[in-house]
């Protein structure tokens, strides 16, 4: 039996009564309807994925196969972005999505999202954090600037819903926008709502790359000015020019640890990730939403500015781009676009080569369907999307 704690394991039987575990020990006296030999197998509860991403997933199919057929019986889910709240600017961005599979978001608050769940049924246990991209975005949009007092007093209301509703405290994925548009100030205020009700602050940190120990630092003034504890999303060192540095970052939580500060990280055991195309452009392309950015890709005045931001390290912003290797590290997973579907499982070298065109340009390439490349770019959910690996090694 191993029991998730960190214990020994040791052996034991264990009887199930419904839903629950009933007992663990020598049961060898006790029967049950049905009994199942697991002698020289471990057995265990349900593993717990700490951060997914099935909220809507489990709403176009309830069945959840796999992640129950790896295990998981439990899904904590909310990076950045979250299920709620939605209102009409957090809904507008998705409604492509939305179209395509035929799902109506018909709730604004997380209780909503749940009685939306529950009445549909599922398989797994959720929890979730409240996004402070979806926060923002909720009040502010996809702008970049600070918000109002006022907007801040209500953005504060609705991290206060939600942790009503049962959110497990306040999330962030700071590389995204328009999450990456949120000063720390602001962050803190919103944790300090989370706080009020025994949640946490957990981050995917405003960088990973060049600049992760200013953002490693950042995550613990969060902390310990809003008093919550802080978890460290998929923790990693991002890009070839910081190999062999995890050492320096693993220190710093220990040295914060030793301090007094509760924060925590969750490993990252491999070498790809996976985001969406437009996440590797530079922050500033994408301020006020997905269609000023269509809009500046094809002026080639503000496409030129954009090859050279990806030529190189930033302090404030993650270069993905630079941090795979440049386009020969860049994978495509899939695309919608039926012109763009031959370059599924391809590099994004390898897109060059067949456009004749730099890396840079089939980065920010024109599409001549702009309802199919807007779904390429930004092809599943807000503060996480779906398909631009992100080496992450150490």
């Given at each position: 039996m191993v029991d998730g704690t960190g214990n020994p394991?040791?052996?034991?039987?264990?009887?199930?009564?419904?839903?629950?575990?009933?007992?663990?020990?020598d049961l060898r006296e006790a029967h049950a309807k049905r009994e199942i030999?697991?002698?020289?197998r471990i057995v265990a509860p349900g593993f717990?994925?700490?951060?997914?991403?099935?909220?809507?997933?489990?709403?176009?199919?309830?069945r959840s196969l796999s992640k129950l057929s790896q295990g998981i019986t439990t899904e904590i889910t909310g990076e950045g972005g979250s299920i709620a709240p939605q209102n009409e600017k957090t809904i507008a961005p998705q409604k492509p999505f939305l179209e395509q599979y035929k799902l109506t978001i018909d709730w604004t608050t997380l209780d909503g999202y749940f009685r939306r769940l529950e009445k549909q049924g599922t398989p797994l246990n959720i929890g979730t954090y409240v996004g402070s991209a979806q926060i923002r975005e909720a009040v502010i949009g996809d702008d970049d600037r600070?918000?109002?007092?006022?907007?801040?007093?209500?953005?504060?209301?609705?991290?206060e819903q939600a942790m009503k509703d049962g959110a497990l405290g306040l999330s962030s994925a700071?590389?995204?926008?328009?999450?990456i548009y949120a000063k720390t100030d602001e962050l803190i205020a919103l944790a300090q709502v989370a706080s009020k009700y025994g949640g946490l602050y957990a981050t995917h940190m405003r960088s990973e790359g060049a600049s992760e120990m200013p953002a490693l630092a950042e995550a613990m003034r969060i902390g310990r000015e809003a008093n919550l504890p802080v978890e460290i999303f998929h923790l990693k060192v991002s890009g070839k020019p910081r190999w062999g540095s995890m050492k320096n970052v693993v220190a710093a939580i220990q040295q914060a640890r030793d301090s007094g500060l509760?924060?925590?990280?969750?490993?990252?055991?491999?070498?790809?990730?996976?985001?969406?195309?437009?996440?590797?452009?530079?922050?500033?392309?994408?301020?006020?939403?997905?269609q000023k950015l269509l809009e500046r890709l094809?002026?080639?005045?503000?496409?030129?500015?954009?090859?050279?931001?990806?030529?190189?390290?930033?302090?404030?912003?993650?270069?993905?781009?630079?941090?795979?290797?440049?386009?020969?590290?860049?994978?495509?997973?899939?695309?919608?676009?039926?012109?763009?579907?031959?370059?599924?499982?391809?590099t994004l070298d390898d897109v060059a080569k067949a456009w004749k065109k730099s890396p840079e340009h089939a980065h920010g390439f024109r599409p001549r369907r702009q309802?199919?490349?807007?779904?390429?770019?930004?092809h599943g959910q807000r503060g996480r999307p779906a398909h631009w690996p992100q080496p992450a090694l150490d």
């Open positions: 394991w040791f052996a034991a039987d264990v009887a199930i009564g419904g839903d629950r575990i009933a007992a663990i020990g030999d697991a002698k020289g717990i994925d700490m951060l997914g991403q099935s909220e809507v997933s489990l709403l176009l199919d309830n600070a918000p109002t007092p006022a907007e801040l007093e209500q953005m504060k209301s609705l991290v700071l590389i995204y926008p328009p999450n509760d924060i925590a990280a969750d490993m990252y055991p491999y070498i790809a990730g996976a985001t969406a195309l437009a996440s590797s452009l530079p922050p500033w392309v994408a301020d006020g939403g997905v094809k002026d080639s005045a503000i496409r030129a500015r954009i090859k050279k931001d990806l030529a190189g390290d930033h302090p404030d912003w993650e270069n993905l781009f630079y941090d795979c290797g440049g386009a020969a590290g860049i994978l495509v997973a899939s695309a919608e676009n039926p012109d763009l579907k031959q370059f599924a499982g391809k309802s199919a490349i807007r779904r390429d770019l930004f």
